[in-house]
């Protein structure tokens, strides 16, 4: 009698701790799909940051927007015109984005030029042209007279040089936070700034491996298949297991 106990007993625990560590599993699970949809709802709203370094360089920065499957993002409706840019280049190159980490950035610019140009006017045959060049602006102005009127052919030419920085990384939220990503321009042109910015990217999130060999040692229901017995006690050994929860 008292092994039938035993016995239904151990049955009983072990039919209780499978149970629940597949109710651990699922609900661990429903958590990494909730924080997904938490941050990515965050990202999806977020606004772009910018601001000039001591040395003068335009910064502009924005968190990044990340899903575990790159279908997911495909697949978001969203009216935000960046968002939906990003989404078509996403598409585009989608079998190339299979690893965690792989990204797709836009960024658009824009270029201010603010020059005086002093002319000395003569006959109404003149023509005159200026030039004037920096490191970042070529310009190149040529004018002449319309013949037999108060009008003028003025061509324009701006050569522009600009020059990026791309930086992709994560920012610490405090103790026990999972860290942002975000994504930040730099401009080493001081005439340029960055009006748009968005970046998708593979979370790094890595599915856990369910099988493993290890060394084994504890405390608990052991079956002698020879003497066809269940009993308790301590162990040690190698075996083969299948991890349901990963810490």
């Not at 661990?28 to 360089?57: F, H, P």
């Not at 015109?81 to 990003?86: D, M, P, V």
Request: glycine fraction near 6%; aromatic fraction near 10%.
């Amino acid at each position: 009698m008292d092994r039938i106990i035993r016995e239904m007993t151990l049955i009983l625990i072990t039919l209780l701790a499978i149970t629940m560590l597949i109710m651990s599993y699922f609900l661990g699970k429903r958590t990494r799909d909730l924080a997904e949809a938490q941050s990515l709802v965050s990202s999806l709203n977020a606004e772009i940051i910018q601001w000039k370094d001591r040395d003068s360089l335009n910064h502009s920065k924005i968190e990044v927007i990340e899903t575990q499957r790159v279908q997911d993002f495909i697949n978001l409706k969203s009216k935000d015109t960046e968002i939906q840019k990003l989404q078509t280049v996403v598409k585009q190159y989608q079998d190339k984005l299979k690893n965690s980490g792989n990204s797709v950035t836009n960024f658009g610019t824009y270029t201010i030029v603010d020059k005086i140009i002093k002319i000395d006017t003569v006959a109404s045959d003149c023509s005159w042209n200026f030039e004037d060049s920096d490191k970042w602006i070529t310009t190149v102005i040529d004018a002449k007279a319309v013949p037999n009127s108060d009008m003028m052919d003025v061509s324009i030419n701006y050569k522009i040089r600009n020059e990026y920085s791309v930086i992709i990384g994560s920012e610490s939220q405090g103790l026990f936070k999972k860290s942002k990503p975000f994504v930040e321009v730099i401009n080493y042109n001081p005439y340029s700034e960055t009006s748009t910015l968005r970046t998708y990217q593979v979370s790094n999130y890595q599915k856990p491996k369910r099988f493993s060999l290890s060394i084994q040692a504890g405390y608990g229901g052991l079956i002698d298949l020879y003497h066809k017995q269940i009993g308790y006690g301590f162990y040690i050994g190698i075996g083969g297991s299948f991890n349901l929860i990963n810490f």
